[in-house]
């Protein structure tokens, strides 16, 4: 297996990656083998006009695999298989320098994916600082921001200037849903890659290869999630999410009157918090417990902090919070993405009844809500849905803005 395997069904990016960690591969070489300064100079001119740069911007809808993308190319441009110098591609998959780039443990790549609502000013500073050091290894130094749609305003004008004249050996991978995701001022100063949703079949053969999953199962989850790889793994491997996602794609079933909008908006935050809570549990308490041990406290949660640390546990309190809010309303949107979903298919049963449908798990009651309404309902309903998350982004109350969705979905 090669670093690319990973990408399904994105060839033309895999393609143009490819020529620029050759190009990349050539610069590295030729300075490794003592070429002068003027002969060095030109190379890297050659390949910032061509196919190699400094800056990468990738972008792509929710499953296209742009994070997998810019951590296959770092792992490409740290390649040092002995093959490469008889013709064969960077990106090996088993040479150490892969290894480690895949597995997060090489010295000159740092990926960056945050699990706060969003990138601020002295994190940025941060990346800034290591971008600016030359790499252990020789080749490249290389930064992965899998959150770059996150930078705040000031954290995008402190990365601004390391993205527009970075040191001679450092890469910078950003990656964002879209191009309007990306501050304009940084995505002007990089090139852009665009993935495309995988197709459901290639998806499906993945899950079967790769994670052992039943024909099946496979082809079910992978339609019904629209080719999003992670979220139809997710699926495939865990009876709980299935679970949940029943639970979700049964709601315009309850909307008969008032009470049953409220209730069912009400479930909906409820599951949202208790996944956060869930979240919490496994991953806050050990990391106090680390944060506690590295300042110096005795082990026991009871026991009295150092003079001084306060501060520093009060910071990290903020942070779980902060991630606590995060997981809360990334499980609503997940359950928002999966009701649009439904009222897609309703809407493609109102203009073909033999419409092949993604949710088949749930035909009936998609067929029912078909018989049962208008295509402008639909499609106010859908609409209903997308005003719900750019609400919840916009910082209203969750159980506020699921209340107005579900009421609106009521009226139709």
């Known amino acids: 297996m090669t670093v690319w395997d990973d990408l399904i069904?994105?060839?033309?990016?895999?393609?143009?990656?490819?020529s620029a960690a050759r190009d990349a591969d050539a610069l590295v070489t030729a300075t490794a083998a003592g070429a002068d300064a003027a002969a060095n100079t030109a190379t890297a001119n050659a390949l910032n006009a061509s196919k190699m740069t400094h800056a990468w911007l990738f972008t792509g809808p929710p499953g296209s695999g742009r994070a997998e993308a810019a951590r296959a190319f770092a792992a490409a441009l740290q390649c040092v298989s002995p093959d490469r110098a008889l013709g064969g591609a960077p990106g090996c998959g088993f040479c150490d320098g892969c290894h480690t780039a895949l597995v997060g443990t090489h010295a000159d790549v740092e990926v960056v994916a945050t699990d706060q609502l969003s990138i601020g000013v002295k994190d940025t500073r941060d990346l800034v600082r290591r971008s600016a050091m030359s790499p252990a290894g020789g080749r490249w130094q290389i930064i992965v921001l899998e959150d770059a749609d996150r930078l705040t305003e000031g954290a995008g004008n402190v990365l601004l200037k390391a993205v527009e004249e970075p040191a001679p050996r450092t890469v910078w991978l950003l990656?964002?849903?879209?191009?309007?995701?990306?501050?304009?001022?940084?995505?002007?100063?990089?090139?852009?890659?665009?993935?495309r949703t995988p197709p459901v079949d290639a998806v499906a053969d993945a899950l079967m290869r790769r994670d052992g999953i039943a024909p099946d199962l496979a082809a079910s989850v992978a339609r019904a999630t629209r080719g999003h790889i992670g979220r139809a793994r997710r699926l495939a491997t865990d009876e709980r999410a299935r679970e949940r996602r029943a639970a979700v794609l049964r709601l315009p079933q309850q909307f008969d009157d008032i009470g049953g909008c409220l209730k069912a908006a009400q479930s909906l935050?409820?599951?949202?918090?208790?996944?956060?809570?869930?979240v919490a549990e496994e991953v806050d308490t050990k990391e106090t417990e680390e944060m506690r041990a590295a300042l110096g406290a005795a082990a026991g949660a009871g026991s009295r902090m150092p003079r001084g640390t306060a501060g520093v546990m009060k910071d990290l309190a903020d942070r779980q919070k902060r991630r606590s809010t995060r997981t809360q309303r990334d499980t609503l949107d997940l359950a928002l993405t999966d009701l649009v979903g439904f009222y897609r298919d309703v809407l493609a049963v109102q203009f073909d009844s033999d419409a092949r449908i993604?949710?088949?798990?749930?035909?009936?009651a998609v067929h029912r809500q078909a018989a049962t309404a208008r295509p402008e309902n639909t499609l106010r309903r859908i609409e209903a849905i997308l005003a719900c998350r750019e609400a919840l982004d916009t910082n209203v109350a969750p159980l506020l803005a699921v209340e107005a969705m579900t009421m609106a979905l009521r009226a139709g």
């Not at 935050?269 to 869930?278: C, G, L, P």
């Open 9 to 18: 069904g994105q060839n033309p990016v895999i393609e143009q990656l490819l």
């Open 358 to 364: 993604a949710n088949a798990d749930h035909h009936d």
């Open 175 to 195: 990656c964002a849903p879209s191009v309007e995701d990306a501050l304009p001022t940084i995505r002007s100063r990089c090139r852009l890659l665009t993935l």
């Open 269 to 278: 935050v409820d599951s949202a918090t208790e996944d956060a809570k869930q």
